[in-house]
C-alpha cells in the first residue's frame, strides 16, 4: 500500500524527534545525554558558586585497586538483598528488570560501559563534588554527606525501596569521598557498580 500516511509530509523533514519518540526508538542515547548533562550540570553549578571538583580527583596507583575493593561491599549487599524473601526487595527486583529490558536489553556491552562511565562521571561531580562539598563549609562535613545523600536518593525515586536504596549507597559513596578528599574514589565505585548490576540486567533481559 501507498497510503499517504506513509508519505512524510514536506514540512516533517528535519524536524527533530520528540523525546517520547527518541526514547522508544533510541533509550540508550536518551540515557548517555541524560547521564552527560548531569556532568555539564555539576559544571556549570561549580563554576557559578566558585567550586573546583576536578581539583580532587587523583590518580595514583592504589585508587583503582581501592576502588575495586569499595565496591565489593555494595555488590555483596545486592546479593544478599536478592537471596531474602522480602517483598519490597523482590519489587524493586522486578521494577530493574523491567527497566533494565526497555532501556538495555537491545543494547550492546559498549553502551552499557558508556552508560555506567557516564553515569559514575555525572552523578558524581553533581551530588558529591558539588553538592555535598558545596554544602560542607556551610553545615559541616556530616549534615552535608547526608543531605546530598538525600537529594541522591530522591533522583533515583522511582519507587520508596528505590530511594530508599539509592539513599544508602549515596551515603556510602560520600563516605568514600570524605575519608578519601579524592573525588575519583566514588566515580569508580558508582562506575563499576552500575556496569556490573546493568550487564547482569542486560543478559537477564535479552534471556526474557
Not at 21 to 49: I, K, N, S, Y
Not at 50 to 57: D, K, Q, S, V
Not at 163 to 189: C, D, E, K, R, S
Amino acid at each position: 500500500m501507498t497510503g499517504s500516511s506513509q508519505t512524510p509530509e514536506p514540512g516533517d523533514r528535519g524536524r527533530c524527534p520528540s523525546l517520547g519518540a527518541l526514547m522508544q526508538r533510541r533509550p540508550v542515547v536518551v540515557a548517555l545525554l541524560f547521564e552527560g548533562g548531569l556532568a555539564v550540570l555539576a559544571l556549570a553549578l561549580a563554576l557559578m558558586f566558585g567550586l573546583r571538583p576536578w581539583l580532587t580527583i587523583r590518580l595514583d596507583a592504589a585508587t583503582p585497586l581501592l576502588a575495586v575493593a569499595a565496591t565489593v561491599p555494595l555488590l555483596g549487599l545486592v546479593l544478599l538483598l536478592l537471596r531474602s524473601n522480602w517483598a519490597w526487595v523482590e519489587a524493586l527486583d522486578r521494577l530493574a528488570r523491567e527497566l533494565a529490558t526497555t532501556l538495555f536489553a537491545n543494547a550492546g556491552p559498549t553502551a552499557i560501559l558508556l552508560v555506567s562511565l557516564l553515569a559514575g562521571i555525572g552523578e558524581e561531580l553533581l551530588f558529591r563534588g558539588v553538592v555535598q562539598a558545596g554544602l560542607e563549609p556551610l553545615v559541616g562535613a556530616v549534615p552535608a554527606l547526608l543531605l546530598a545523600s538525600l537529594l541522591f536518593g530522591l533522583a533515583h525515586a522511582v519507587t520508596r525501596a528505590y530511594f530508599l536504596m539509592a539513599a544508602l549507597i549515596g551515603i556510602y559513596l560520600g563516605w568514600l569521598y570524605l575519608a578519601t578528599g579524592n573525588l575519583l574514589l566514588p566515580i569508580l565505585v558508582h562506575f563499576l557498580y552500575d556496569w556490573i548490576i546493568l550487564s547482569r540486567l542486560r543478559r537477564e533481559a535479552g534471556r526474557a
